[in-house]
């Protein structure tokens, strides 16, 4: 049977893992329920509640309900008619709406902060009457309370009483048989309060015979005197216990008058189990919020494939993310280089972005602005199929004609390793064919291949672009860094090489390439190495960059403290002469005698003062502002 998409691109791992932040069973099935779809509107709307929930978990808040049973079991049974829950079950309901009281409580204040959230919560039904009810009638070992109805209190404690009156009537027969040790103690058996009598005097006790001894010498005796009572006692359980199906059935009939609400509540639980679990799987893995956007383009920052980052998590190493954008102009990627490159890996991912997100699964990506599609369509891995008769280049050719037939311009379609399986020079002329009939749908194409002509056909076509995963050409071991612009070069006999293949192999190897092809594969690699150095002299110039900025930043903030303290010295060099000049003008008016000019004097001076003081603090700040912006010029720098 050929895999389905989800299957080919490892959906179900990614369910899995999301799974796993989950903290009850009915989220643990909205989780597995996740699928893809096509609608905008709904998918943008989880989104915004993923996001509402991540900004809770970030703000140091969290969501569980790891105390709730699972209430599938019994609200199935609730809605059977005539069906009575047990008592567990009513607990399990008790429990349920206590975490639906407990979830809108705990959102009711946070309207402000969660709006979407809050507002799923404010709509959770109040039946806090009716856990109530269950509570007061079953206790939490699950037996039934005496306060569960008056009259299984009154049963109860007519049991009690005449329980008592009957060992006092049995303890009193043994006292006047004037029993010994070890056989004078009162027992049950079928229910039946009794007393040990030995077997050679079992005629001096009449009464009935309800067992033996394991050893045949002790038979149990009810006397006829206590069968009335035990026959009361007897009576007296019946009635308790038709009294308890009474309360149980009265309870299950309260929560089948509000199974709609509970089974809504139960929906609701589910639904914020699996938002958190989004959100804690989103934290987790560093995930982004997609940006659907109109048209067929696609742009991913720093992408991972999630099992496969889980997978090198356990094994303490760091998964290498993909960035590429697709779309526009250009809507084929051809991406070419070595096996275990990372080629199928980089395809892979790419799908599972697009199922992720239009499942309502945050996005492995810093960033993630994608097309809403109407398939992802696959052809990845082995097809072959024994039981249909099928080679591995025949089932990829069916998949292939399906995808065709499929496809329209709102498709995504993922190939891998394009016309492998046949003769090459067919397999490549197959494979440029294929391509052509996709693009000319419309479609988002990313394939991969080892072929040199759909290299040269991605260099050469309008819309068609080439794209090479990353070769360490030094160490011969992959980077799996996509590069887009530049084919990539397979290596296989420099890898064959680096793994021992014997010396005259491979110069036999080397000799036998057709001159054609290895000089395509030279200018492939100097391509490559030239893209190297372009990174390098990018990476050294953005240093430098940065250390010139330090530099000015430091020199500019030299350059204001010395200024802060020259200004500070200035200032109180002309608060000082200021004073001066204050004080000996306050000697000579002190010196007039006349005390109406005095006083006119003294005015006028603190007038002046004052006018001559806000004069030069408004010239020096006029000067500051022009000497800041003269040596800022020369720093250059700005305000």
């Known amino acids: 049977m050929s895999r389905t998409v989800e299957d080919i691109l490892e959906f179900e791992r990614l369910r899995e893992i999301v799974r796993r932040y989950t903290t009850c069973e009915p989220g643990r099935r909205a989780v597995e329920a996740l699928a893809f779809s096509t609608g905008r509107a709904a998918l943008e709307a989880a989104f915004v509640l993923i996001e509402e929930a991540v900004a809770h978990l970030r703000a140091g808040g969290e969501m569980g309900f790891g105390a709730l049973a699972d209430p599938e079991p019994w609200l199935e049974r609730l809605s059977v008619p005539g069906h009575v829950l047990a008592p567990v079950q009513l607990l399990d309901a008790a429990s349920l709406v206590e975490t639906a009281g407990a979830l809108k409580l705990s959102l009711r204040h946070e309207t402000a902060k969660h709006p979407r959230l809050s507002e799923r919560a404010a709509a959770l039904p109040d039946l806090s009457g009716l856990s109530k009810a269950i509570r ?226 945050p996005v492995a990506a810093e960033r993630a602005e994608l097309p809403l599609v109407d398939h992802v369509l696959a052809d990845i891995g082995d097809e072959q199929s024994i039981a249909a008769d099928l080679s591995t280049f025949s089932a990829h050719m069916l998949n292939l004609r399906v995808m065709l037939e499929t496809a329209t311009p709102q498709s995504l379609v993922l190939v891998d390793e394009m016309g492998t399986g046949t003769a090459p020079e067919e397999g490549a002329a197959l494979a440029v064919a294929l391509l052509e009939e ?110 010139l900025g330090a530099e000015r930043l430091a020199l500019r903030t030299d350059w204001v403290e010395r200024q802060r303290k020259r200004l500070a010295e200035l200032e109180t060099k002309f608060n000082l002469t200021l004073k001066n000049y204050e004080q000996q003008i306050a000697r000579v008016v002190e010196a007039v005698k006349d005390r109406e000019l005095r006083a006119q004097l003294e005015k006028q001076t603190k007038r002046q003062s004052l006018k001559a003081r806000t004069e030069a603090r408004d010239e020096t700040n006029a000067s500051v502002v022009e000497h800041l912006a003269e040596s800022q010029e020369d720093l250059g720098t700005t305000t």
């Open 136 to 361: 007061r009638a079953i206790l939490p070992n699950a037996e039934i309370s005496d306060d569960a109805s008056p009259e299984l209190k009154r049963i109860r404690g007519t049991i009690g009483k005449t329980r008592e009156k009957l060992r006092q009537d049995l303890k009193r027969i043994i006292r006047a048989r004037g029993e010994e040790p070890g056989e004078d103690y009162v027992t049950l058996r079928n229910d039946r309060f009794v007393i040990p009598v030995r077997a050679a005097e079992r005629r001096n006790v009449p009464g009935v015979v309800h067992g033996a001894s394991s050893t045949g010498q002790t038979v149990f005796v009810e006397p006829l005197e206590t069968v009335d009572s035990n026959n009361h006692l007897v009576q007296l359980a019946e009635d308790e216990a038709a009294e308890i199906v009474r309360i149980l059935d009265e309870l299950t009939s309260r929560l089948r008058g509000e199974h709609p609400a509970l089974a809504a509540a139960t929906e609701t639980i589910a639904l914020v189990d699996s938002l958190f679990a989004r959100a804690r799987f989103a934290r987790e893995f560093q995930c982004t919020t997609p940006v659907f956007i109109d048209g067929a383009r696609l742009r991913l920052d720093a992408a991972r494939h999630p099992a496969l980052e889980d997978k090198l998590r356990k094994q303490e190493r760091a998964v290498v993310p993909l960035s590429l954008e697709l779309g526009g102009p250009d809507t084929v990627l051809v991406v070419s280089g070595p096996n275990t490159g990372g080629k199928t890996v980089a395809l892979k991912t790419v799908g599972l972005a697009i199922l992720a997100a239009q499942s309502g699964i």
């Open 438 to 547: 996709f693009r000319e749908r419309g479609c988002l194409i990313l394939a991969t291949t080892h072929h040199d002509r759909l290299k040269a056909y991605a260099s050469t076509t309008p819309g068609v672009l080439n794209s090479a995963m990353e070769f360490d050409g030094e160490n011969l071991r992959p980077t799996y860094r996509l590069l887009t612009g530049v084919p990539g070069v397979s290596c296989g006999i420099a890898i064959a090489e680096r793994l021992g293949m014997p010396a005259t192999a491979i110069a036999r190897a080397k000799k036998e390439m057709d001159p054609n092809v290895r000089e395509a594969g030279e200018l492939i690699a100097y391509l490559h190495r030239s893209r190297d150095q372009m990174e390098d002299l990018k990476r050294q110039s953005a240093a430098e960059f940065e250390r």
